[in-house]
């Protein structure tokens, strides 16, 4: 590791795997480096000449919005194919996490390094930290349009699965209860005396 002046880090040089640098998130960083929050050393490739950034550009803009005019850079020797392959291994596991365009482009950077167009998926999967399946759909139009739908019978399947149970929509599709309209009506004349005759028959077997 080293003391580095900011400028002397080159930031163009197509090492960068991102389709854009986040503002907030740059900002964000800036404010924390205020208060005294320490980053990781950024990360560059030295091929003699040039240093090429592969690891912190959105610290490298952080650190510029403040003023920083020397960083701490953790480097190693290299070309500048090198420091490519280096970038297309950064930002998995750390920082802001990639978009789908991000890990689009790293693809597309891989697999413009001479060479790499002839590595299997798998391989081009294992470099830039992505997943087969991602690579396998950037690079065949039939595979990504497989996943697809894929996808949608998944969700269809989710969908069915959480809708009622035919029981549930028997029950609810049930006729109602029948009400007697006469319920809770005040009896007649004739319903009463019918009553007392047979609480009259009940008494007297009850005294047998």
């Known amino acids: 590791m080293k003391k580095l002046k900011l400028d002397a880090i080159c930031i163009d040089g197509g090492t960068q795997c991102r389709v854009v640098i986040d503002q907030p998130t740059v900002y964000d960083y800036a404010e924390h480096m205020k208060d005294g929050d320490v980053f990781p050393p950024i990360e560059t490739v030295f091929d003699g000449t040039t240093h090429w950034l592969t690891d912190g550009f959105h610290r490298w803009h952080a650190y510029k919005i403040n003023g920083v005019k020397e960083v701490d850079v953790i480097y190693k020797p290299g070309t500048k194919e090198d420091a490519i392959l280096e970038a297309l291994k950064a930002n998995s596991k750390h920082g802001k996490t990639l978009t789908n365009e991000d890990k689009r482009k790293k693809v597309l950077m891989a697999l413009e390094i ?66 007697d309209p006469h319920a809770g009506a ?11 005759r047979k609480s009259t028959r009940l008494n007297s077997s009850h005294r047998t």
């Open 114 to 179: 001479p060479g790499f167009a002839e590595k299997t998926n798998y391989e081009i999967a294992k470099i830039c930290d992505l997943s087969r399946t991602f690579v396998a759909a950037m690079r065949d139009p039939e595979v990504k349009e497989r996943q697809e739908k894929n996808r949608q019978k998944s969700a269809a399947k989710k969908a069915q699965n959480s809708s009622p149970t035919t029981s549930e929509q028997k029950a609810e599709n049930s006729s109602p209860t029948t009400i």
């Open 186 to 196: 005040v009896p007649d004349a004739d319903e009463i005396k019918a009553s007392d």
